[in-house]
């Protein structure tokens, strides 16, 4: 087991640094540096444009290949460059980070949660009311851009707190601007301005999960096993949770790695939407700034969590099902 | 599940004669699945009644739809929430239907249990087979320690025969074969010394070798616990020397009850007759044609009013028709007259019946047919099957169709993801020699994992093989061109195990039929005249070719497929399992037609098959597979007669008869534990690490069977030969 982890873990770093190469290549030859500091105003000198550039490893007219080794190399040393504006971007990548994956997390183990429990049920009352309702509601979430979702649950917030007259739901920024107060007033007010965009990033993944978890679990609610275990006196609820639940989950470990990209973009455009300073809005904002490293180091970043998230779901596999254990 | 008890405050009969309740009561046992979106509901099971006391086996026989299952899942009370149950289940007199699914789950498992038909899937994968032993005793005790369940699950592996149950405690189920894992089934029924053990068909997904171990430890878990046992089957002849008294149900209905000698000697209800009469025998000589029931099982969900299997009997009158005969004791059956008159009064129900233990039978005939003492072939049109006469009697003036020489089949084991290497090899055929003569009818019989598939799909694919050469009809196919070997497809067809899956659900039957043909060419109007030819030899009637596969039931779609098979007019046809898949009645018409077939066509067959019961009916020559070898072949009758190698014995042993009193007296040699790996065969004689004769041998005769690979030698004179170095050779044959 431990040589399989070993030899997957192997992998994904290479999987890592190609998917970080590409990207750098990608943003250096599509991304212009210099015309963000010829716009400037009044326009810079050339010569020190250049010189600018050339201090920042950006320069287009150095052979991308060397530009290239130059920025790589630093990353094995764990420096991703610098902004555009100057700044230590592995600084503030730790910072923004650390908004990203609080956000990710929650979410992720939220809308999990929630739709392995919904789905799980829903195929128990197979086509009853709370089935009806639970598929009516994945579907309905399902067809919606995480965007859009974004955006009508915000416009929701803001109503409800007009209707309210106080300001019940927060729905910008991570913490209230200039707040003071106490270590555990200073979390109850995060946790406040969490909610919702955890919210929508936890609904879209509550949905598929819920739908796959259905699935998963109407394919081994009749199985024979289950019909076993309450013939040697399990009630049907125990052999229900304790044989179907639990080996109806093996699959839908698996698809959590594949719907963990589709998480990790839709954080993007939450962030945004919601002005938190995290990853995803760093790199709206750097693609529009023409800051090739930030937009490289943002993908390395998304590549780690995805791979970390694949790992995790073999480990998890590995734990749930004892075949694939060698 | 709703349910609806009757309120039964009266002492059942019975019980005051023999002094004591019965373990188990079953009393007008009805259950209806409602039907979903708009579908019918399905009445499945239709006023059962049984009473088994304790130490004493009931058989409940019928074929696949009969209710057999759902009446027992029912008493159980592991039927899904849309089933309707009506009537009583009682257990030591206390009633169990209705009871919720807290205090049912009590009683399951600690009082009444069960044993399920396929091992393979009826544990849970992700838990070692230990703990769901351990978890059996700790449901019903909570107060067990952990240790404690443990030992009692270790020595419960241990009863069940299962090898080190101390290490095996740790095995996740996919590391059992599927005997040893109906073992630990056998041993999960057995946790908490239950007084009833139903059995849902705990042999009918294993190998004959591994049946004969399973019955002979269910024969044990019945010693040791006293239970009583419910034991339902399809197959006659597994109950036939395990039970006492026998159920037999049709269309969710007792038809007849009794004990086991009455129901297999003197059977009063045609379908009992039927049913046994369809039976292959492995212990006749010249069985004759087998009664083959016209006709298929009726749908539960529109039934007629009269018999159920008024349709289909051969003997039926107008008066089956009109009312559903009662299960009553032979003779006290109401006269026609009697029926003509009440079935003319408005809402006659059947009345409840309870199980005295007498034996009774569901048809208004019975009277007749007891005084006249008629049997099974009295009242069936048995067709009557004529011996082709184109070819020589003598087998070797005949032509060859088919000649295997030394074909070996072996699939490389890899390993590694990018860099594949061979880490060993599955020895699937390993050297195999035999021939077939024209009009000739050789069966290919063993165990699952023998190799017999691998073997056909080497010959269909005409192909050179890896090593040895193949031969149809003397030409040898490792030199054949493209279009020789796509011409030669003509004349060797086959025919698949499962008619459901093996027929292409989007063509109509005309279709299938014509497909052969329009690929190899043939005029348009010749396919039309041809599939019509076709579709009458084989049985079926010419409406059906516009219909499509799934209208039809297992039998015709097996029909469809022979009719496919030979639209090419081919001389050899391969039969994979052909009737494997079939209920008896059904399977009876199948090989009958068969038989038909090669008599009015010359055709030479090669038969796989594992049930050797139907093999002795049908085949001339029989070659025994073992782990990718033959170890014996030989005319039909010398092998079963006088089988010489330890295999052949053990296999012909294993094999239950339809016949109590034959089958009480039968001793049976169990062979040890599963089939080893082909990938990894035993040294010297593959058969040495099961056989019973090895373990009577001397040391040195032991050297041999463990260092030299036994050959096929003759024996017993004639072509019969066996692998074996201590063959049973009669004398002078040496």
């Known amino acids: 087991m431990g040589k399989f982890l070993a030899r997957r873990l192997l992998n994904y770093v290479v999987l890592i640094f190609l998917a970080t190469s590409f990207a750098y290549v990608l943003a250096a030859t599509n991304l212009s540096p210099r015309d963000y500091f010829e716009q400037m105003q009044p326009p810079p000198e050339p010569a020190l444009v250049d010189a600018q550039l050339d201090k920042l490893n950006l320069n287009d007219q150095t052979p991308l290949a060397q530009r290239y080794v130059t920025w790589m190399s630093g990353v094995f040393t764990g420096d991703f460059g610098q902004t555009i504006q100057g700044g230590s971007v592995s600084d503030q990548m730790m910072m923004k980070a650390g908004v990203t994956l609080r956000l990710i997390v929650v979410a992720t183990l939220l809308g999990s949660v929630m739709g392995i429990a919904i789905g799980a049920y829903a195929a128990i009352r197979q086509y009853r009311a709370f089935d009806k309702a639970a598929t009516g509601a994945s579907f309905f979430v399902l067809s919606i851009p995480t965007v859009v979702i974004a955006i009508v649950i915000q416009v929701a917030a803001v109503a409800v707190n007009d209707m309210l007259g106080i300001q019940f739901f927060r729905y910008s920024g991570e913490y209230t601007a200039g707040f003071e107060g106490d270590w555990w007033e200073m979390l109850v ?138 | ?77 592991l039927l899904p929430e849309h089933a309707t149950i009506t009537g009583s289940v009682r257990l030591h007199g206390e009633e169990i239907l209705g009871l919720d699914d807290r205090t049912m789950a009590r009683k399951r498992g600690k009082v009444i249990s069960m044993v399920f038909q396929d091992p393979l899937s009826g544990l849970t994968p992700v838990y070692t087979v230990g703990d769901q032993l351990a978890e059996a005793v700790t449901t019903h005790d909570k107060k067990v320690p952990k240790a404690r369940a443990r030992e009692r699950a270790i020595e419960l592996l241990e009863l069940v025969g299962i090898p080190n149950p101390e290490h095996r405690y740790r095995s996740f189920p996919h590391e059992f074969s599927g005997g040893m894992r109906q073992r630990v089934m056998i041993a999960m029924a057995m946790a908490n010394n239950p007084d009833v053990i139903i059995c849902d068909e705990p042999t009918t997904a294993l190998d004959v070798t591994i049946q004969a171990q399973i019955l002979e430890l269910l024969r044990a878990a019945q010693r040791e616990t006293g239970a009583a046992i419910v034991m339902i089957t399809h197959d006659l002849g597994v109950v036939a020397g395990f039970v006492d008294r026998i159920l037999v149900m049709y269309a969710g209905r007792p038809v007849e009850m009794g004990s086991v000698d009455e129901i297999y000697y003197g059977s009063r209800m045609p379908y009992t007759m039927g049913l046994l009469g369809a039976v292959p025998r492995m212990d006749l000589e010249r069985q004759g044609a087998l009664v083959p029931i016209k006709g298929n099982p009726p749908s539960l969900t529109d039934l007629p009013p009269g018999c159920p299997f008024a349709p289909r009997c051969p003997i039926a009158r107008p008066e089956c028709e009109m009312a559903e005969p009662e299960l009553l004791p032979v003779g006290e059956q109401p006269s026609a007259e009697t029926i003509r008159a009440t079935s003319e009064e408005a809402g006659h129900a059947p009345a409840q019946v309870q199980d005295t233990g007498e034996r009774r039978v569901a048809c208004i005939r019975s009277g007749e047919i007891d005084s006249n003492a008629w049997t099974a072939q009295d009242i069936y049109p048995v067709p009557d099957i004529a011996e082709f006469e184109g070819y020589s009697s003598d087998r070797e003036q005949r032509g060859d169709m088919l000649r295997v020489r030394d074909l070996i089949k072996h699939h490389p084991l890899m390993k590694g993801a990018v860099l594949k290497r061979r880490v060993g090899t599955v020895y699937a055929v390993d050297g195999l020699d035999f021939d077939i003569r024209e009009g000739e009818t050789l069966a290919l019989v063993g165990e699952s994992g023998c190799g017999k598939s691998s073997t056909l799909m080497e010959i269909m694919g ?37 008619p459901m899956s093996s027929l292409d659900p989007r063509m109509t039957v005309f279709d299938i ?85 090669q008599a009015e066509l010359g055709l030479a067959y090669l038969f796989v098959a594992h049930d050797l019961s139907v093999v002795r009916h049908i085949a001339d020559r029989v070659a025994v597979m073992y782990l990718g070898r033959i170890v014996e072949i030989g005319d039909t009758e010398s ?66 069977c463990t260092n030299i690979e036994p050959q096929i030698l003759p024996t017993n004179g004639g072509d019969q030969g066996a692998a074996c170095h201590f063959a049973d050779r009669q004398e002078g044959d040496r």
């Open chain 1, 189 to 326: 007010n995060r946790v406040y301005h969490a909610i919702l965009p955890t919210l929508v990033l936890a609904l879209a993944l509550f949905a598929t999960f819920a739908r796959y978890q259905r699935n998963m679990m109407l394919d081994v609610l009749g199985s024979d096993f289950v019909r076993t275990a309450m013939a040697k006196g399990l009630t049907r609820r125990k052999a229900l949770f304790k044989h179907a639940l639990r080996t109806a989950m093996i699959p839908t470990i698996t698809y959590f790695t594949f719907t963990f990209g589709m998480l990790v973009s839709g954080a993007t455009f939450t962030e945004k939407i919601y002005a938190w300073q995290g990853m995803g809005a760093w790199l709206i904002d750097s693609i529009a700034r023409q800051d090739v490293h930030v937009v490289t180091a943002v993908s390395c970043f998304m590549a780690v969590t995805i791979m970390v998230a694949s790992l995790l779901s073999d480990i998890l596999y590995a734990w749930l099902d004892p075949r694939v254990r060698v």
């Open chain 2, 639 to 704: 092998i079963y007669n006088r089988p010489s190698h330890p295999y052949t014995q053990a296999l012909l042993s294993a094999i239950p008869v339809p016949d109590p009193e034959k089958e009480r007296g039968r001793a049976h040699i169990v062979l040890d534990g599963d089939l080893p790996s082909p990938a990894n065969p035993p040294s010297g004689c593959r058969f040495r690490t099961r056989c019973q004769k090895f373990a009577t041998l001397s040391a040195q005769d032991q050297e041999q």
């Open chain 2, 513 to 597: 039929i014509a497909e052969p043909l329009a690929t190899h060419k043939v005029p348009q109007d010749r396919i039309t005249k041809r599939v019509y030819e076709l579709v009458d030899l084989v049985g079926l009637d010419t409406e059906h070719v516009t219909r499509f596969p799934a209208e039809f039931s297992g039998g015709q779609r097996q029909r469809i497929g022979i009719a496919r098979a030979l639209a090419l007019e081919p001389q050899l046809l391969v039969l994979d399992e052909p009737v494997s898949a079939l209920d008896v009645s059904i399977q009876a018409g199948v090989i009958n037609l068969l038989e038909e077939l």
């Open chain 2, 462 to 498: 005409l192909d050179k093989p890896q090593r040895g050469s193949v031969e149809v009809m003397g030409r040898d196919v490792s030199t054949l061109s493209k279009a020789d070997r796509f011409a030669l497809r003509k004349d060797m067809q086959i025919v698949f195990q499962d």
């Open chain 2, 1 to 77: 599940m709703s349910i609806d008890t009757i309120e039964g405050t009266h002492p059942a009969p019975g019980a005051e004669e023999t002094g004591k309740t019965p373990v188990l009561e079953v009393t007008d046992l009805r259950v209806t699945f409602r039907g979903f979106n708009s579908n019918p509901d399905v009445t499945a099971v239709r006023g059962v009644s049984y009473r088994v006391h304790r130490g004493e086996v009931l058989g409940i026989v019928g074929e696949s739809g009969s209710g057999k299952s759902v009446s027992s899942m029912a008493a159980m009370g």
